[in-house]
């Protein structure tokens, strides 16, 4: 079965980097988009940034854009989130997700219910 696994969370200060690692497996995801959305304590999930898996083409939100990268790893299936600038209102847990690129009728790539599979979270905590 599928399966995403996060890591790479942790403390870090403000201003600081932190790099998130999601290994993917149980199926091919080359027609896939995987995303990365987070969910601070009493706050909605969110979306952070998505990439489609052939092709590379790449989404942010507007609260991470010029701070975050996203990228893959064909070889290792191993999609990768680089923080840069932290900031304390990053601090959520954050989780992978997949989803096929045409699935419940859209391409949709920012909607936490249109993405079919997920990890199970790594919390990131950036301190002041």
């Known amino acids: 079965q599928v399966q995403l696994v996060e890591s790479g969370g942790g403390l870090v200060q403000a201003g600081g980097s932190l790099r998130l690692s999601c290994a993917a497996s149980?199926?091919?995801?080359?027609?896939?988009?995987m995303g990365w959305f987070r969910q601070a304590p009493g706050k909605e999930r969110e979306f952070v940034s998505a990439i489609r898996w052939t092709g590379g083409n790449t989404y942010y939100s507007d609260s991470v854009k010029g701070r975050f990268t996203i990228s893959r790893d064909n070889a290792k299936n191993t999609v990768y989130l680089q923080m840069n600038s932290l900031k304390p209102e990053d601090t959520a847990v954050y989780y992978c997700?997949?989803?096929?690129?045409?699935?419940?009728?859209?391409?949709?790539?920012?909607?936490?219910?249109?993405?079919?599979?997920w990890g199970q979270g790594t919390q990131v905590t950036v301190s002041s």
């Open positions: 997700a997949a989803r096929p690129s045409y699935y419940r009728g859209n391409y949709y790539y920012g909607r936490v219910n249109d993405y079919e599979y």
């Open positions: 149980g199926r091919t995801f080359s027609t896939y988009y």
